[in-house]
């Protein structure tokens, strides 16, 4: 429905639509796909902190699905605060044991495949960066 109120600029009820679903999803059994295209169609909403606090708990989880961590990791590498908090170096460190190329690829330039290099001026980033990609 969200989709359709779109595209007839009706965006009050969009916007209903997209609050109906963040307020019930967690009273469905969801697979790790499920988690992700959830948090995609949040996305491209552009709530973000939707999609945030949907993977979140997810990403913690050491036996956490690739994709599902990298596109967390997408949508929150850019963000100062919460690169500086201690669970978030855990949750990169998790990406590095998953693949560590994919990690490493996050910070080339975006033509190049990476979002950024310019992430490397975190120096959270950074020295995750170097520790763990300049071998």
Request: aromatic letters at 14%; charged letters at 30%; proline letters at 2%.
């Amino acid at each position: 429905m969200s989709e359709h109120y779109m595209a007839r600029e009706e965006f009050q009820n969009k916007d209903r639509a997209l609050r109906y679903i963040y307020s019930n999803y967690k009273y469905l059994p969801l697979s790790t796909g499920d988690y992700l295209s959830l948090a995609q169609y949040f996305s491209s909403y552009s709530k973000y902190d939707w999609a945030k606090k949907l993977l979140h708990k997810k990403v913690k989880s050491i036996d956490v699905d690739e994709d599902l961590l990298f596109y967390y990791l997408n949508l929150t590498l850019s963000d100062p605060k919460m690169v500086k908090k201690a669970d978030y170096r855990t949750i990169m460190l998790n990406a590095i044991n998953l693949n560590r190329d994919r990690f490493c690829k996050v910070f080339e330039p975006f033509g190049e495949g990476g979002i950024s290099f310019q992430l490397l001026e975190n120096s959270h980033l950074r020295k995750t960066h170097c520790e763990n990609c300049l071998k």
